[in-house]
């Protein structure tokens, strides 16, 4: 099996490693051995028999190592520790003196000769991290991905001690993550299959998809810096910072890289200070700490501002407060604490919080885990009734984990921990400047910040961890390892392979491998089909032969040929066994009978598959905005309806209409479930537009704050004059009123022309042009911050700040113009009007629309989706019985006079069908109750519009009497109107008109 395979080719190379480490643990005595050399040939020995390693490592309770780097085991270990083409080996040895920790790098040949030497200082303690802490003798231990430094390469360890009594002595090798990718995409079972590396949690080692990637942060606005602060930066080294690798999505790591709101937030300002930094993890918080006590660390990264933790330094400022949130896997809901008492709460080791639970409440059963997505598996498990973290922890980190079936609220805890930076005291003069940078941050920043690790609502990026809950759950229960397992996953079906690649332990590793079951039996098709090939020229050959021996039996082909035929023309039910005594004749007239049969039954099915596919479409119209949901859903229910009932009529235009079978009735009701498919194409924020100044939202609340700029203005004007004038302090404080007064009656006024429920007289218009010259100013460049798209359109840079600006403008990026050039085939007949500009947003232009929230550029994009519809519905190869579907589908927004669109049809070039479909999509659109722009109209207003329309030759006005005589208005109202919305309607006075 191929999947096989590649988990052998993946666990050769683990159990590689862990026969290597092995076999160092036991050269003790050499190891221990005072001459590098020894340790020199051995390791590189190593290296070379096991080109796919790393590194390999000894390291001393003396905070002692000695590490070898092989620099050809993968392209990118040489150009990430800036290595030339000629050498071949890096070995750094890393010791501990009175002044902290140094490193030496030195660069060889493959004949170690020694080209290039280069001393660090302040660098990481050895036996701070995890390979070291957790290395015991007699088992290989192996760590969760991490990041090596300072060669800032992502990878794993395995280690063990060398049993020595001379301290505690660890040896190990290093693989980088990217070696374990390309053994993943190299040995691909295909080109469609996914294979991953991983832990029990499901987060990843490797993958055979693309790595992770880290997004582009906004532009960050440079920070004004005296000549001081300037020059001590320029002498201020890479500032070392903590990272953890558990605490999505403030602090954690990505298959060993940094991420989470504390990185980004530094990297930004990194982008406006200058500084730079670079982050150790892999040591677990204590370890981190540690490192930071000794020198090997510069920044802290979220430590809460108690007084527990006053003695690690200074702090920031608070980087951002969230509220506590418990998870629960029942219904029960703990408000407070106390509600705890006798019950396990889990708590991530070493948090603040344990030490006030404990003190405060010490009948809470408190159990710790290192892992977040740990606590939320034993809370789903009922190993424990609750866990606490932040609110942001619990809502990022399930989402990820895909950990299901919890329920999260708020948790009411008294004491607040906001998060900070810590640094030592001497470095007060860079954490005011950091302070500054933080302060400094745009609104894009912000933004960014909050949207990507913050929001609860926002979709989070499972990068780094498998991206199939499936796996997880294989990797948890061992009957579905080591085996093929079929199974559906997001609608598509897979075979699984899990694989325990360490087999067994406490620190398991999986492989797994997911193939399409589709391409599993692409192979055996294409065999199937050449053997049809060959088997149909062979009875090419043979045809003439059959034809001579056929002679006295042509009677019975020719009536095998003619119920053929019936099956050719689609008429199965006529199709019957002919009479005859040969046993094969016989035999095959079944065959076609049975064969009718089952096209007629297949057929049915295709049709409801058709039939289903394009409610399916309708439906995802409708749920493409929540405001004309059911519009597609309805509208045919009440086209159907008003259908049969004309069928019944035997007056006037209609005696004669019929529709001729049950294909001409299906075609018509295609055509009304797809009679708005085009408006997949129309933006929501234009098919949603509930107020003139909507966009992609409502952009009052721009203006709004202008008007609060002006209030200010005008308290602070006010202040000025009373200092500068203080006998004249009534007279400032009425003319604040009054100005006050005014800024208020203004703001409704804008605000209700806004909401454009009213008709705009050239009076409220003209009032508009007046508030619109108000000016403010403008003390911040607009240019900053922008998209590619949103600095090709503003004007050039030439102003000089402060710049005065209107309370309302209409500026030259409101005018957004058209990409490509709006061209029509002439075969559709289309006769629409195309305004010049795509969009405009103008703001005094919108609040000046007369009536209703529209622009002409709005109405044109809504009804492009007619457009839309003719061109969707020409492309598609209808079948002859659904030939009209197109043409019905797009002709409900025609008139009787000529003045619809998109053809400006008239009465003459319009059927019956076609007509009843019009009035079938304006009835609905007039009882439906949820459109932004409108409220429902009662059954009698909705009636007594249709006929104004029908006087207006909008609609055909016998069919609107015949809608009201034969009751199909209220037979469509009493199934899908709210009771409150059907009155009474006096249908006499309509139909005597």
Known sequence: MLAESVSDAVTDVSDDAVATVKYLSHLGTILDSPSKDVIRRIFTNVLKDNPSFYSAFIGTDKNYAYIIINLDSMSEVRRKNNALKQDRWLIIERSADSNGMTQYDSFYDANFNLRKKIKRKNVFSPTLRSWYINATRGSVFRTEPYLFLPEEVTGITYSTEVPTDKGKVVVGIDFTLSHFNKLLQENSVSDVSHNFLYLPSGELVASSEPSFRQQPLPKSKPLVLTPEEQKLIKNTPILRVSNKENWAPIDFTISGRPAGLIPDLLYMVGQSTGLEFDFFNGAGSLGLQQAYSSGGLDILTSVPDIPSNQGLGIFSKPLFKSPFAIAVSDSKHYEKLQDLNGKRLALLSNWPIISVIKEKYPLIDIVTYSHVDQALRAVKKGEVDAFIDLEAVLSYVSEQFMINDLTYHTLNIENSFPLSLVLAPEKKPLLDIINRAIESLTPQQQHYLQQRWLNSDVEVNRTGVVPYVELIDFAADESYQNQLIEKNSNDDDYFYYVRDVRRGGHDQIFFASMVPKASVYAASEERIRTSIYTSALLLLVLLPLAGFCAKPIVKPILLLRKENKKVKLRHYSDVAVIPTRIKEFHDLSMSIYTTAESLQEHEKRQDEFVESFIQLIAQAIDDKSPYTAGHCNRVPEIALMFAREVEKSNQGQFADFRFKNAAERREFKIAAWLHDCGKITTPEHIVDKGTKLEANYNRIHEIRMRFEVLWRDAELKYLQHIIDNPHEQEIALATLKQTQTQLQDDYKFVANANVGGEFMSDEHIARIHEIANKTWLRHFDDHLGLSPLE???????????????????????????????????????????????????????????????????????????????????????????????????STHHETMKGTGYPRKLSAKDLSTPERILVISDIFEALTAADRPYKKAKPLSVAIDILHKMALDEHIDMDLFKLFLSSGVYMQYAEKFLPSKQIDEVDIDKYLSS
């Open 791 to 889: 600095e090709l359109s503003v004007s050039a840079k030439s102003e000089t700040l402060p710049v005065e600006e209107h309370l309302l403008v209409d500026k030259r990026e409101h005018c957004i113009k058209r990409i490509n050039e709006l061209n029509f085939d002439p075969a559709f007949g289309i006769k629409m009007q195309v305004p010049e500009l795509q969009y405009n947003l103008g703001e005094i232009y919108n609040l000046t629309i007369k009536r209703g929230t529209l622009t002409a550029e709005d109405r044109f994009k809504i009804n492009e989706h007619m457009i839309s519809t003719i061109k969707m519905l020409e492309s598609l190869p209808f079948p002859d019985d659904l030939a009209r579907v197109p043409r019905y589908a």
